[in-house]
């Protein structure tokens, strides 16, 4: 009975002590991160979507679409999104469960993103548009492409995901992990220690940048913030993403494909061998633009030649 009772305490008072943490970490992301102001939202069945956008009207359009990590956002593409307004009408957007948009306590999923994508682009920009995007973020492209040919002209896919990796399904323990992040103190308590400032910037650093020496602090400050704003909602997302439930098999759309599509790539990529034989095997009119001195973001981190490519896109 005694060992009951202080099993008990030390229980209330772990939880407890999560609890204080979490209330804390909430406060100070509330002073941090940045408010829902400076853009418009598309107010989504599942959610709002911020959205920035930039050129005149009669610019052909171009949709810029960011990777899909907690700490992702339209961040990723603003240094680009402003220099390319003479040539473009720019679309950049926070994905639904990142950075300003909304992040509902869901489990999202690969259709989830095709179907925002696809109704995003049919309500918001009205028309056939180029589209660009990093990451997890292409296998949406493809797949909404594969479903509905009025969306996309050209593709311009930024360090995909690998297609091996796009097959993973979730499995036993992989739910575990979702049910973890979902309960209600210690999943918070889980998602903000592996959001925490220097999880964030190892991440940035070690898998994100090749030269990290050359890297803006503003970069940490946006992921970190987007990961923090929505009172750690985002830990829905990040349990998404260990759950195996945002992947999808999208060998069938790359085959199927008849756009132009680009698969831009950083020279100092650990993947880029392996991402160029696995897409170019199904898609061989893939065409490869290799982005010098960069790895996973060569648009923060080599801006001039992502530029350069996106000015003749």
Request: hydrophobic fraction near 40%.
């Amino acid at each position: 009975m005694k060992k009951r009772k202080s099993l008990l305490k030390t229980s209330v008072f772990v939880l407890g002590a999560l609890e204080i943490f979490n209330k804390v970490i909430d406060s100070s992301s509330i002073v941090n991160t940045n408010t829902r102001t400076g853009g418009k939202y598309y107010h989504w069945k599942h959610g709002d979507i911020f959205y920035h956008i930039y050129g005149e009207k009669e610019n052909p359009p171009l949709l810029l679409i960011h990777d899909l990590t907690v700490g992702s956002s339209s961040y990723e593409w603003h240094h680009l999104a402003k220099q390319l307004t003479d040539t473009y009408r720019i679309y950049t957007i926070d994905l639904v469960g990142c950075g300003k948009s909304d992040k509902p306590g869901i489990t999202y999923t690969n259709y989830f993103y095709v179907q925002m994508i696809t109704d995003f682009v049919t309500e918001v920009i009205g028309q056939k548009t180029n589209v660009a995007a990093t990451g997890l973020s292409n296998s949406f492209l493809l797949l909404a492409n594969a479903m509905n040919h009025d969306l996309f002209n050209e593709i311009m896919m930024v360090s995909p995901t690998d297609l091996t990796t796009l097959k993973k399904t979730p499995d036993d323990r992989s739910r575990f992990i979702v049910r973890a992040f979902e309960l209600p103190i210690i999943g918070k308590a889980l998602y903000y220690a592996f959001t925490n400032r220097m999880n964030t910037e190892y991440y940035l650093t070690e898998t994100c940048f090749f030269d990290s020496f050359h890297m803006e602090p503003s970069v940490v400050k946006a992921y970190y913030d987007a990961a923090h704003a929505g009172n750690g909602n985002g830990k829905y997302l990040l349990a998404s993403q260990f759950g195996n439930y945002l992947y999808a098999d999208v060998s069938r759309a790359l085959k199927a494909a008849d756009n132009r599509i680009v698969l831009v790539i950083g020279t100092q990529n650990k993947k880029a061998d392996t991402l160029i034989r696995e897409y170019r095997a199904i898609q061989p009119h893939l065409v490869i633009e290799p982005i010098s001195e960069s790895k996973l973001l060569p648009q923060l981190e080599n801006e001039e030649e992502m530029l350069e490519l996106l000015y003749t896109f």
